[in-house]
């Protein structure tokens, strides 16, 4: 079964920092592009980083600085290190992959989500 | 960046009705990079819809997609009972990939 399944949420105080991780099976992890999205509570989809096979990494506005997304081919793990975090960044966080080479394709399987709190 | 917005916010049908979803982007989109996902609560998003038009794995014929350039549309011909979820677009042409604000389908 093809699955990802994401771990590393917790809470922390504002200005701390986490490392969330998303462990890919049932799939050749190295073929896909890997995303992370995020969903506050009660709240909508945001997109917050994406790295392509090549390790190439792109990130919104909102969070560029202070997230960095990597990946381990080998260990078949994505994950991302989330640093300066405000209350604005608490949310559900989504492990997503993409499938390279394929344009049409989207975010085809997604993580069970861990939830990340920041409070004062 | 490119902005989504979904109409209605809210949608109250009845099993069997048809339901129509809209999604309007700010700026043109090409039809290979809109997709359709469907949420419920406590869950991840699934897939649905990609390229515009083509279901993913294992989504009923029920489902459908159509659209082209700022306007897109999610149609479910006949509802059934699982359906009743909430439903996001998405651009993923562009960096940033944004999503609409969601649409919820709920019972009447």
């Given at each position: 079964?093809?699955?990802?399944?994401?771990?590393?949420?917790?809470?922390?105080?504002?200005?701390?920092?986490?490392?969330?991780?998303?462990?890919?099976?049932?799939?050749?992890?190295s073929?896909?592009?890997?995303?992370?999205?995020?969903?506050?509570?009660?709240?909508?989809?945001?997109?917050v980083?994406?790295?392509?096979?090549?390790?190439?990494?792109?990130?919104?506005?909102?969070?560029?600085?202070?997230?960095?997304?990597?990946?381990?081919?080998a260990?078949?793990?994505?994950?991302?290190?989330?640093?300066?975090?405000g209350?604005?960044?608490?949310?559900?966080?989504?492990?997503?992959?993409?499938?390279?080479?394929?344009p049409?394709?989207?975010?085809?399987?997604?993580?069970?989500?861990?939830?990340?709190?920041?409070?004062? | 960046?490119?902005?989504?917005?979904?109409s209605?916010?809210t949608?109250?049908?009845?099993?069997?009705?048809?339901?129509?979803?809209?999604?309007?982007?700010?700026?043109?989109?090409s039809?290979?990079?809109?997709?359709?996902?469907?949420?419920?609560?406590?869950q991840?998003?699934?897939?649905?819809i990609?390229?515009?038009s083509?279901?993913?794995?294992?989504?009923?014929?029920?489902?459908?997609?159509?659209?082209?350039?700022?306007?897109?549309?999610?149609?479910?011909?006949?509802?059934?009972?699982?359906?009743?979820?909430?439903?996001?677009?998405?651009?993923?042409?562009?960096?940033?990939?944004?999503?609409?604000?969601?649409?919820?389908l709920?019972?009447?």
């Open positions: 079964e093809e699955q990802l399944v994401d771990s590393g949420g917790g809470s922390v105080q504002p200005g701390g920092s986490l490392r969330l991780a998303c462990a890919a099976s049932g799939f050749t992890f073929n896909y592009d890997m995303h992370w999205v995020r969903q506050g509570s009660g709240k909508g989809l945001e997109w980083s994406a790295i392509g096979t090549d390790g190439d990494a792109h990130y919104p506005g909102s969070v560029k600085g202070r997230f960095t997304i990597s990946r381990e081919n260990n078949n793990s994505l994950y991302l290190q989330m640093n300066s975090l209350a604005g960044d608490t949310a559900v966080y989504y492990c997503v992959r993409r499938r390279r080479g394929c049409r394709c989207s975010f085809d399987i997604w993580g069970q989500g861990t939830m990340v709190t920041v409070y004062s | 960046e490119t902005v989504l917005t979904q209605p916010g949608l109250s049908l009845s099993p069997g009705e048809r339901a129509t979803l809209s999604c309007r982007a700010s700026q043109s989109v039809s290979t990079y809109l997709a359709w996902y469907q949420q419920k609560p406590g991840a998003p699934r897939l649905l990609y390229g515009t083509s279901r993913a794995t294992g989504i009923p014929d029920r489902f459908s997609g159509s659209g082209s350039g700022t306007d897109f549309t999610l149609t479910i011909s006949r509802l059934e009972p699982e359906d009743f979820a909430v439903y996001y677009c998405q651009q993923y042409g562009s960096s940033p990939y944004t999503f609409g604000q969601g649409t919820k709920e019972i009447k």
